[in-house]
């Protein structure tokens, strides 16, 4: 089966002849169809850089990005004509990832008369049941960026993505700025997309959250993969040290309590 | 345990913001809480509930932000935080409290080499020399686990990584050896390794310097592991005060549901029980219970009148739910 | 309008459309017009003549608000394109990807900015010859250095920024992404900028007017006017005085329009 999205020798160097730093060491990673896989690694592990090279807004130094077998560069674009839509990314920084001068409907209009053949009073609409469906209120719908929750502002970004009617949404740290009661109601969200029939890469250096919704992880560490596998052996048998002290770091030291 | 001296005392405080020469906001209207000495208690509530606010009544950085307590009282040691004058502050700021800043905001001074930062915070006591200083500085790097103290002394904040420069923080809290650290989300934004870590450390300094510690945070599950109490805030009040150990009996709905949507209790791709809506924004406060809106248990009575204060059902545990009979028995095993 | 931003901006508002609405009603409807000569030289303030007249015998009513078109109109455009044509070459420079070019014309920049406004304008007026059109062509020509330092900053920031990779990631194409996401969220600091310039910029064309290198006599202008009733001010003051006062009422009108916007921001 081909893979849905796969890297193959993946390596990102950054800086110049003086200093550099290896940011991804040569990986492979594969995600298949209907799949959900995590990576999971700390700070300066590399795991952001992967994820955007994987979406085509990071050019590898060495290695190739599949999308069901076609290379996504074709010269110096990533992504072009159809295959853009189908691989969406939702990011870290809630209060980066919205333009501040748009409101929320206007954002996800703006995308949505992009993506689909709808315009003026139709987008608008499709864009204001999608932010429904999201958690966001006709009221909120209206309102700018700085007035909306960390939490909202996630959901705001994630009604963006699905506009284009992704198959892949690639999520980076997606719960780290926000709190634990929105970081619920974003997980929530997520699951029932997957069951919708999304596939998730998602990004953290959190397993608690890993552990809920994928069922592939990679362990990613100083730019290589310490360790890959089934979530849930991952997590009763980690192999590696590294793993281990992950699943330890946990707040709630779930393996201490089962 | 045994009856530990109360050390803090906030009894229905109200903390109000100036917006200009004529408008007020409330942004906190009812806060109580008891800390005892050598006690770890954690603060939870979501960003919005006033627990930031309410700390910085401890450090008494209030009217920099044009804020001020506007009724109730806070004790600290004996000594009334609401009406303290200026030299009042000047012997507790940084001697008998100490303040850890959140991770992500403020930081160590980017000018300033650890050695400096931790020079400025000992300077609050006159009776230092140079060399007690220079001595207690390099003791404090060890109390907080710094590996290479000599080379971290030289160094600038933009050297260190971010859980150094928090053990920094800590350490520059911790100087005089106070009787209360306030640490206002410590960990938030840094990755989960570091976090253990820096709850070990504050876990230890609890242990060996009987130092109280209040613990802010929006995250429960860390919470509850490192705390011995817990207050939770909800809204600009304070909603329920228990043990630690107690939270299954929990009796206030939102602590419940706090401790429902843990992801770390949902099985994988299962369903995960989540908080339906948002708090009310400040300025905007509804009447009656300000979770009516998103409470599973809610009944008419909660719709109106003012906001409930704290009931007492037993010596710990207190909670600011009308209906926390009825509600005793659903919080089952999860 | 509790705020105390919002009753700056209220107040200020109000003050810059008084002094532009009669720059634009006296003109169509007073009796005198700026040239005419209506009466006795020096005549002091009265019923026929509100200001005054000057030492030509021309009434300072009508003249100090015929000079509104001269002092806003040329400090309008003197501040409209530079802010248009320095915030495009900031915003091409901040997201350019060319180290070369980007290097250069940043030096030619900071170059620029090196100069204080007004030794510029006096040296080049020097070469130009007197006249509000060369003050005119003098700020096309320097004045773009400032905005295009500033938006080149603010592009370099907002460039990096994660609504602008998803607007990469959604397909937009760049010129969309340039018009609709970088451009406004650029030119938002610029405009701030632009306000407190239109300001400065006033002050200075009625300053090279004061000093006779911009508008010339007998051209109405707030500057020219204060200068020719130097000789005059113990006798007659009216002659200086009131170009003096409306020079100063649109200056602070529109420092408390930019005060109370800031005060709005900062508290925000």
């Known amino acids: 089966m081909t893979p849905r999205l796969e890297g193959k020798n993946i390596s990102v160097t950054f800086g110049d002849i003086l200093r550099k730093v290896e940011a991804v060491k040569n990986v492979d990673i594969a995600l298949e169809p209907g799949q959900t896989i995590g990576i999971v690694g700390e700070s300066g592990s590399g795991k952001s850089t992967l994820a955007r090279v994987l979406a085509g807004i990071q050019v590898p130094t060495s290695g190739q990005v599949f999308y069901e077998g076609k290379n996504i560069w074709q010269g110096k674009v990533a992504y072009s004509g159809q295959m853009r839509k189908k691989v969406q990314m939702v990011f870290q920084d809630p209060y980066e990832s919205l333009n501040p001068r748009m409101r929320a409907v206007h954002a996800v209009t703006e995308a949505v008369s992009f993506h689909q053949n709808v315009s003026g009073e139709e987008a608008r609409n499709v864009a204001l049941n999608l932010l429904e469906r999201m958690g966001i209120t006709g009221q909120d719908a209206l309102k700018l960026p700085r007035a909306l929750s960390g939490g909202q502002r996630q959901r705001v970004s994630v009604a963006r993505a699905l506009s284009a009617s992704p198959e892949v949404l690639i999520a980076d740290e997606p719960t780290s700025a926000i709190d634990q009661s929105a970081q619920s109601q974003l997980l929530r969200l997520f699951n029932e997309l997957i069951a919708d029939g999304l596939s998730i890469i998602l990004v953290s250096h959190d397993l608690g959250v890993i552990r809920y919704l994928t069922e592939r992880v990679y362990v990613m560490e100083s730019g290589n993969f310490v360790e890959a596998g089934d979530t849930t052996q991952i997590f009763e048998n980690p192999q590696m040290e590294y793993t281990q002290k992950l699943i330890s770091s946990i707040p709630g030291h779930i393996t201490k309590s089962r | ?334 | 309008m509790d705020e105390p931003g919002n009753s700056l901006v209220f107040t200020g508002s109000t003050m810059f459309v008084i002094v532009v609405s009669a720059g634009i009603l006296v003109p169509l409807f007073y009796r005198f017009g700026p040239y005419d000569f209506v009466g006795e030289p020096l005549q002091s303030p009265s019923w026929a003549y509100l200001f005054g007249t000057d030492q030509l015998g021309r009434d300072i009513f009508s003249r100090t608000f015929h000079a509104v078109y001269r002092d806003m109109g040329v400090a309008f455009l003197g501040v409209s394109i530079p802010f248009i044509t320095g915030t495009l070459i900031g915003i091409i420079l901040g997201i350019s990807k060319s180290k070369k070019t980007t290097s250069l014309i940043g030096s030619v920049i900071d170059g620029i900015n090196a100069f204080p406004l007004l030794i510029l304008a006096v040296a080049s007026i020097a070469f130009l010859g007197p006249g509000l059109s060369s003050v005119i062509i003098i700020l096309s020509l320097v004045n773009w250095a400032r905005y295009a330092k500033i938006a080149r900053t603010k592009a370099v920031v907002v460039s990096k920024a994660n609504y602008i990779e998803a607007a990469y990631t959604l397909g937009y194409p760049k010129r969309r992404i340039f018009r609709k996401h970088i451009g406004p969220n650029v030119s938002s600091e610029t405009i701030a900028y632009a306000l407190s310039d239109f300001i400065i910029v006033i002050l200075l064309v009625a300053g090279l007017s004061f000093l006779g290198l911009a508008a010339t006599p007998p051209a109405a202008e707030w500057g020219a006017m204060i200068s020719e009733g130097r000789p005059y001010l113990i006798s007659s003051p009216w002659v200086s005085t009131f170009p003096g006062i409306a020079l100063c009422w649109s200056a602070i009108s529109l420092s408390l329009v930019v005060d109370g916007l800031n005060r709005r921001e900062g508290k925000v």
Request: charged share 25%; with cysteine; net charge positive.
């Open chain 2, 1 to 334: 345990m045994a009856t530990k001296e109360l050390l803090v005392d906030i009894d229905s405080v109200q903390i109000t913001v100036k917006l200009s020469r004529t408008r007020r906001l409330q942004i906190v209207d009812y806060a109580s809480m008891q800390v005892h000495r050598g006690e770890m208690m954690g603060l939870i509530g979501e960003s919005g509930s006033g627990k930031t606010m309410l700390c910085r009544g401890f450090t008494g950085t209030l009217g920099r932000r044009d804020a001020y307590i506007s009724g109730g009282k806070l004790l600290f040691d004996g000594i009334d935080l609401v009406k303290a004058k200026p030299e009042t502050w000047r012997d507790v700021r940084g001697k008998k409290i100490g303040y850890v800043p959140q991770s992500a905001l403020a930081g160590p001074n980017p000018v300033l080499t650890t050695e400096s930062q931790l020079r400025e915070a000992l300077m609050n006591d006159k009776t230092l020399d140079k060399n007690a200083i220079r001595k207690r500085s390099m003791e404090l790097l060890e109390i907080v686990q710094i590996r290479r103290p000599d080379i971290v002394m030289k160094q600038y904040p933009y050297q260190l990584s971010g859980g150094m420069k928090q053990r920094v923080m800590i350490a520059c809290a911790i100087a005089l050896n106070p009787d209360l650290v306030v640490a206002d989300e410590p960990t938030t934004g840094l990755d989960v390794t570091v976090q253990a870590e820096i709850m070990r450390l504050l876990k230890d300094i609890r242990a060996e310097f009987n130092t109280a510690i209040i613990l802010v945070s929006h995250d429960l599950p860390l919470i509850n592991d490192v705390c011995d109490r817990i207050t939770v805030m909800h809204a600009g009040a304070t909603v329920e005060s228990l043990p630690s150990s107690e939270i299954k009996n929990s009796k206030h709905p939102y602590t419940i549901a706090l401790y429902k949507s843990r992801i770390d209790l949902a099985p994988p791709r299962g369903e995960l029980i989540t908080i339906k809506g948002q708090p009310p924004a400040v300025g905007s406060w509804q009447e009656g219970c300000r979770f009516n809106q998103r409470c599973d248990f809610v009944t008419d009575a909660c719709l109106v009148g003012p906001h409930p204060r704290f009931i007492n059902l037993t010596e710990d545990h207190q909670t600011a739910c009308i209906n926390h009979a009825s509600i005793s028995n659903k919080v089952g095993s999860r």
